[in-house]
């Protein structure tokens, strides 16, 4: 669907793409959680939540995935409908068929396409030629289903987001860029440590400076590991090598090195700081042991939170906000 901006109030989420957070606005971002909150509690209630029946989602991975893949699949699954695994190497986006005709193909089949790729790009095409809702699973530049559960998370966590602390170190890429656009969005002060060279793209960091002055965050930038986690109420990293850069390890690991959450840094951040993680994680690289399995890490909270906030994205882009009438508030 072509896509159109949003400002902050919500025009309902029917019908939309969700190619990076920046189309949505505040509100959309609420409604989403809330929703996630409403059927996680069904779920948890083993109340019947079938809102899509009959429903299909193509789903179109061009890179690896544990948590994305399952959690669509799973989460059509509970909503009464299905999701079609599209294969890449059938597809061939762009080689045996162009990206437009697939489009336009897809539309005639499925209720929505989700789609991992190795550029934005795609996405944006595939959103322009389709009538049916485009979801960004992961692409060079974004996550935005990822952070839509780190959000979910944090809320469970800290009861609201607005006025928030959450450090992100390490590479300034995909997942960073998405949570810039989320905690803006938010109300949330986002803090970035990069090293040189690895500094989240300005335009994006510009994008999420705008959203955050209509919403009281604010979007800071280090080149310090310690001075970006001073205090901060989350601390989040990523993986140094991000797939599809795997040629560039050996110099990301020297850059990164300084970048490790370890108990040192996370001693840095506020005393009930949580360590966050899109995962999957390289144990000994980003995050030691430590860590990654101690009391402050929610990492497999952020996992299955992708279950409840994409089944609420699904149900929001597929049929909109009357759907959700029947499910206990
Ligand atoms: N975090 C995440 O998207 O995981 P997968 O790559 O396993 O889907
Ligand atoms: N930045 C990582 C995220 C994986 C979920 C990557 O792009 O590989």
Not at 18 to 25: E, I, K, M, R
Not at 31 to 58: N, V
Not at 112 to 139: H, K, T
Request: glycine share 8%; aromatic share 4%.
């Amino acid at each position: 669907m072509p896509s159109t901006n949003t400002g902050p109030a919500s025009r309902g989420l029917k019908g939309r793409d969700l190619l990076s957070l920046a189309d949505l606005g505040s509100a959309d971002v609420a409604s989403i959680l809330d929703a996630a909150e409403r059927l996680k509690r069904a779920q948890d209630a083993e109340l019947p939540h079938a809102l899509l029946p009959a429903r299909t989602l193509g789903m179109l991975f061009e890179k690896a995935s544990l948590r994305t893949r399952t959690t669509f699949v799973v989460g059509m699954a509970h909503l009464g409908g299905q999701a079609v695994d599209l294969m890449a190497e059938h597809t061939q986006m762009g080689v045996r068929e162009s990206v437009p005709d697939i489009a336009r193909n897809l539309e005639r089949w499925v209720d929505a396409v989700m789609a991992r790729v190795y550029d934005q790009n795609v996405l944006e095409e595939l959103a322009e030629n389709s009538r049916v809702p485009i979801i960004n699973g992961l692409s060079d530049r974004f996550h935005p289903c990822q952070v839509l559960a780190d959000l979910l998370t944090l809320r469970e966590r800290f009861g609201s987001l607005a006025g928030r602390t959450l450090a992100y170190v390490g590479d300034g890429f995909n997942v960073c860029h998405s949570l810039m656009l989320g905690s803006a969005l938010t109300g949330m002060h986002v803090r970035i440590g990069t090293p040189p060279g690895y500094e989240p793209d300005p335009d994006i960091v510009d994008q999420a400076r705008r959203i955050a002055g209509g919403s009281g965050g604010t979007v800071e930038l280090f080149s310090s590991a310690e001075a970006a986690v001073h205090e901060a109420d989350a601390v989040y990293t990523d993986s140094w090598v991000s797939m599809g850069l795997e040629e560039e390890r050996a110099e990301r690991v020297a850059a990164f090195a300084p970048f490790q959450v370890n108990a040192a840094l996370m001693a840095g951040a506020a005393p009930d700081a949580v360590f966050m993680h899109c995962l999957p994680a390289h144990r000994g690289e980003e995050v030691t042991d430590e860590v990654m399995d101690g009391p402050q890490s929610v990492v497999f909270d952020q996992a299955e939170n992708r279950l409840h906030v994409q089944k609420a994205l699904l149900v929001l882009l597929i049929r909109g906000e009357a759907a959700l009438q029947t499910l206990p508030s």
